[in-house]
């Protein structure tokens, strides 16, 4: 068989690649997105003691550090049996939220984003974030870039530290929050709220008024009904940072509702001998390989997914926006990958929202943000919704909190099953025989997995490139059918 | 099997005003004593940096020996508790890291105490004989042929089409 | 710089064992990653840009005028891409903590792979794994080969693999100092070749805490103790790692009452930042009973590789645990105590 390798895949967070195979009749018989990369989190923190965990696991994303932190400090509350006090909940959540919003941003503006508002098929040099610029103009390139700013301002402030924050503790957090740091953090927030809005705005009018992208959107080659899965909070509405997972079919129907520390009921994690990551799937349905529908438990736990397994959106602007985007995409739950990025932009204003509510939270500059554990530590979980999924971590130690045990199902590693579907699905669609392999034929496979902003999203992009590129096609014996190339020195 | 028995490479680090002295009367009192340890003359055991301890395991010495006046008898009045708490402290790291119990040991000796000195030295070569040359350097070579490896990458590179993204 | 079509050099940023963090502190330099973009062509930056390996591989030797490389050398596939880009390269830096020092990826160095591909493949309790498959570096699939890299048993850093020109210390760098040292690399204003772009002294330079003397008769886990605000943490029994940190960070941990992890590398003229520490801690420890002494170290630092080493063991002159193939082998995880 032939094949063609994308290596590596780009503007993602993490390394990958995606091997095609093509039969003798030129259409696609597999593809494999494989990650040749793993550390051994899970082993070598073993020995490490509990409260290191916040610090070090932060460092199993760059992009997300802050939401490895929240997990693995909620775990050491659970670990050492103790309930923080309301105004270190209420920090947490709104600290969480102010990274959401940045996060999101930068993937709309500058992964994801590009395909969308310039089209897939752009040329590669303004398929990026200049490109963006160029055709919003300045004035919009500065509120992204203030967004940003902004965002990892206040994480800096709040949490110690713009990337890697330095904050969480058992029992709480290590620093309260002033009444001058209140005031900004509203103040911003409340731009932040416009911000999302304008970018909703923005999504309608580049994306949504295109006839030719609403095509691409609701094409069948990018459609998987697969199970959902999220947090909810007591009424069954989105909630980031703490909740009851909750988990639905193909049909809209809920599966499941338990609460973090039932996790190993409901989630096995498969392995394959072509990638270091593993694919976790729904225990009670089983593992059926990858495959769509009800009897296979492969499971999508994206931000669509979150607002497929929920019921609405606490705030009301996101609610308003939510009720549009089901009316428009013809109910519940949407199938359709590219709509993630929608989806994304609604828990963008969701976060942006929640973020003002809490900072005017009279709790909020509470003194007691910190409670001392008393309770031999033994073991516990912790989970939030990670920009990209569900994200567990779940430690055991020794009565001094050593760690002797670890087990971590990260965001992106829920969807691992579904994002190897999606990028074959979209290949056997776009690749058929007779069909000339161009440059942004691929581009579009790849928006496949864009859509999840995989693993550990990268900031933003920058330039143009006038990127070299050679395809070169090659039957089974090895001899050269096809070549071609560009903007190669 | 006869092999070579093994000579343990044993680096000792010698406080000038007890210790080093210790060694200099085992010499002329004609005390025998192993002869695997090189001795380093130091001011002071508090000199005695832990990364000198590290350094010598890292680069083939398969024990390290640290020897000082008795507490209480430094010539610079306090330094070597302050060698005493570090000590502790390193062989705490030492033993998580995997590094066996008898490579590295301290010693006190007065000026007056060839014969102690002698002893410890030969008790300690024995000790690390029967543990066996340390090799520390051996710990981090990869069993697998990394040429071979980097030259199969750069086979599959050659041969797989490439796509633009 | 080269001269390219445009008059611009050639930029090239490559991530190995890292995390991404690196890529968003470049990115924290906001706007002036325009001016970046005026100065240079990026040509290989898989994050954000469509390059492809390839097409490094057909430039020519030294046509990049610099590559900052971030990430720490644990596969085959990394260490090819750290001689392809050294020799590529006219400048290359070693950025960030992973490269420079091994940084998180350097404690699997108190492990090995058999640990951790039996822990992540076999033992976790939600991996369900009947037929006992693991990840290959060949396998052959119904439609054809598929391939992954060698997996090995240390991390090393970027200067155990190749020889670095510079490098940038942080977990990840600071925007300031990114933007300094840039500026710096631009203007040919560097120390000698193989130096530290940074400070040449330690957090506690730049933390605002008040110091006194330190007497220290127990260590405390942040978790036992809610520290005043406003004096030194270490002399709070706190165990802070700024003493033999180097300074650039601006001492932000402290601010927000959390002591210092050591995540900017070891300070200007120390080899091995665990053994300085181990100095620096003794010192102060006030006690000269031998079992007070054991006991205040036993129950105050019960992971000394992790205290210590959090940032830098594949960096440090053991650089692991000592390695055996055994699967209970977690030397770095027995830290025992009597």
């Known amino acids: 068989m032939k094949r063609?390798?994308?290596?590596?895949?780009?503007?993602?967070?993490?390394?990958?690649?995606?091997?095609?195979?093509?039969?003798?009749?030129?259409e696609v018989a597999n593809a494999y997105l494989q990650v040749p990369e793993l550390r051994g989190f899970e082993q070598f923190c073993v020995g490490r003691l509990a409260e290191d965990m916040p610090n070090i696991t932060n460092r199993i994303c760059g992009v997300c550090p802050e939401a490895h932190h929240m997990a693995s400090t909620k775990a050491l509350d659970a670990l050492f049996h103790i309930d923080p006090p309301p105004t270190a909940k209420k920090l947490r959540e709104m600290f969480y939220s102010i990274f959401y919003a940045t996060d999101h941003t930068t993937h709309f503006y500058a992964l994801g984003g590009p395909d969308f508002v310039m089209g897939p098929d752009a040329p590669v040099a303004e398929r990026n974030i200049l490109g963006i610029i160029k055709?919003?103009?300045?004035?919009?390139?500065?509120?992204?870039?203030?967004m940003r700013h902004d965002g990892h301002y206040l994480i800096k402030k709040i949490g110690g530290r713009p990337v890697h924050p330095n904050w969480g503790l058992p029992g709480g957090v290590s620093k309260g929050l002033s009444k001058e740091l209140r005031e900004e953090v509203e103040a911003r927030g409340r731009e932040a709220i416009e911000f999302a809005q304008f970018s909703i705005q923005l999504f309608n009018d580049i994306v949504l008024g295109n006839t030719d992208y609403v095509n691409l959107i609701t094409n069948d080659a990018y459609i998987h009904r697969t199970y959902n899965m999220g947090t909810v909070d007591e009424n069954n509405h989105v909630n980031f940072y703490d909740g009851m997972i909750r988990v639905v079919g193909p049909d809209g129907k809920e599966h499941a509702k338990y609460e973090y520390k039932d996790y190993l009921d409901y989630v096995a994690e498969h392995v394959e001998p072509w990638s270091y990551l593993k694919f976790p799937y729904l225990k009670k349905i089983g593992w059926k390989g990858f495959v769509d529908?009800?009897?296979?438990?492969?499971?999508?736990?994206?931000?669509?997914?979150?607002?497929?397994?929920a019921d609405g959106m606490a705030t009301p602007l996101a609610q308003e926006e939510y009720e549009r985007m089901y009316e428009t995409l013809g109910g519940k739950p949407v199938d359709h990958t590219l709509a993630t990025h929608w989806a994304r932009l609604i828990e963008l204003l969701y976060a942006t929202e929640r973020w003002v509510e809490l900072a005017t939270d009279p709790e909020i500059t509470g003194e007691t943000y910190r409670l001392l554990p008393t309770?031999?530590?033994?073991?516990?979980?912790?989970?939030?919704e990670a920009p990209r999924g569900t994200l567990t971590h779940h430690y055991w130690s020794d009565e001094r909190g050593v760690l002797t045990k670890v087990n971590l199902i990260v965001g992106t590693t829920n969807n691992n099953a579904a994002i190897n579907m999606s990028v074959k699905k979209a290949a056997q669609g776009l690749i058929k025989k007779g069909v000339e392999i161009k440059e942004g034929l691929l581009n579009t496979i790849e928006m496949a997995y864009r859509a999840y902003d995989p693993c550990m999203a990268c900031a933003t992009h920058t330039l143009p490139g006038q990127m070299p590129l050679e395809v070169t096609i090659r039957d089974s014996e090895g001899e050269i059918l096809e070549q071609r190339t560009q903007n190669l020195d | 099997m006869a092999d070579e028995r093994f000579e343990p490479k044993i680096?000792?680090?010698?406080?000038n005003w007890c210790s080093y002295r210790a060694a200099d009367l085992a010499g002329t009192a004609r005390i025998t004593y192993e002869p695997n340890v090189r001795m380093l003359r130091v001011m002071c055991s508090g000199r005695v940096d832990p990364q000198f301890v590290l350094k010598a395991l890292s680069l083939g010495a398969d024990g390290v020996m640290i020897a000082g006046c008795h507490p209480g008898e430094c010539h610079y009045l306090e330094q070597n508790y302050k060698t005493m708490r570090r000590f502790a402290m390193l062989k705490h790291t030492l033993k998580a890291l995997g590094v066996e119990d008898a490579r590295v040991r301290l010693q006190w000796a007065s000026a007056a105490e060839g014969t102690r000195l002698a002893n410890a030295i030969n008790e300690m070569v024995e000790q690390v004989r029967a543990l066996g040359p340390l090799n520390w350097k051996d710990n981090w070579v990869e069993e697998e042929d990394i040429d071979a490896a980097l030259d199969r990458l750069v086979e599959e590179h050659a041969e797989a089409m490439e796509v633009p993204a | 710089m080269?001269?390219?079509?445009?008059?611009?050099?050639?930029?090239a940023l490559y991530w190995a064992a890292s995390c991404g963090g690196c890529e968003i502190a470049v990115l924290g330099i906001d706007e002036k990653v325009l001016d970046v973009a005026a100065a240079f062509d990026i040509v290989f930056w898989p994050c954000v840009v469509d390059g492809k390996v390839r097409s490094i591989e057909k430039m020519e030797d030294k046509s990049i005028d610099l590559c900052l490389f971030n990430g720490a050398i644990r596969t085959s596939e990394q260490e090819y891409m750290a001689h392809l880009l050294r020799q590529k390269s006219k400048t290359l830096v070693a950025f960030g903590s992973c490269a420079q020092e091994g940084c998180i990826p350097g404690l699997a160095n108190a492990t090995n792979r058999d640990a951790i591909f039996k822990t992540a493949y076999f033992d976790t309790p939600s991996t369900d794994n009947p037929n006992g498959v693991v990840p290959l570096t060949e396998y052959e699939a119904e439609e054809g080969m598929l391939y992954l890299p060698y997996f090995y048993n240390t991390v090393k850093t970027l200067g155990q693999t190749v020889d670095v020109d510079y490098y940038i210390p942080g977990c990840p760098p600071e925007a300031d100092d990114i933007w300094d040292a840039l500026v710096a690399i631009l203007e040919g204003n560097l120390p000698p070749r193989g130096s530290v772009i940074g400070k040449h002294s330690t957090v506690c330079d730049q933390c605002d805490m008040i110091k006194t003397e330190k007497k220290i008769k127990e260590f405390k886990r942040t978790w036992e103790v809610i520290p005043d605000g406003e004096t030194c943490l270490l002399e709070q029994g706190i165990l802070c790692m700024g003493l033999a940190t180097r300074a650039g960070c601006g001492g932000m941990c402290p601010k927000v009452n959390s002591p210092c992890i050591g995540c900017h590398g070891p300070n200007e003229g120390v080899e091995d930042i665990g053994a300085r520490m181990i100095t620096a801690l003794s010192s102060v420890i006030d006690s000269d009973d031998p079992e007070e002494i054991e006991r205040i170290i036993q129950e105050g630092i019960p992971d000394p590789v992790g205290s210590f080493y959090k940032f830098n063991l594949a960096g440090s002159m053991l650089r692991r645990s000592a390695f055996t193939s055994d699967e209970g082998a977690q030397a770095g995880a027995e830290a025992e105590t009597a």
Request: net charge negative; aromatic share 4%; proline share 4%.
């Open chain 2, 11 to 15: 680096v000792a680090f010698l406080c």
């Open chain 1, 375 to 384: 309770e031999t530590p033994d073991e516990g979980v912790g989970c939030v």
């Open chain 1, 293 to 309: 529908g009800e009897e296979s438990g492969v499971y999508k736990a994206t931000p669509l997914s979150r607002l497929n397994a």
């Open chain 3, 2 to 11: 080269s001269e390219a079509t445009n008059g611009k050099g050639k930029l």
């Open chain 1, 135 to 146: 055709k919003v103009g300045m004035d919009i390139a500065g509120k992204v870039l203030k």
């Open chain 1, 4 to 26: 063609i390798s994308i290596d590596p895949i780009t503007r993602l967070e993490g390394h990958g690649k995606i091997d095609i195979f093509l039969d003798d009749q030129g």
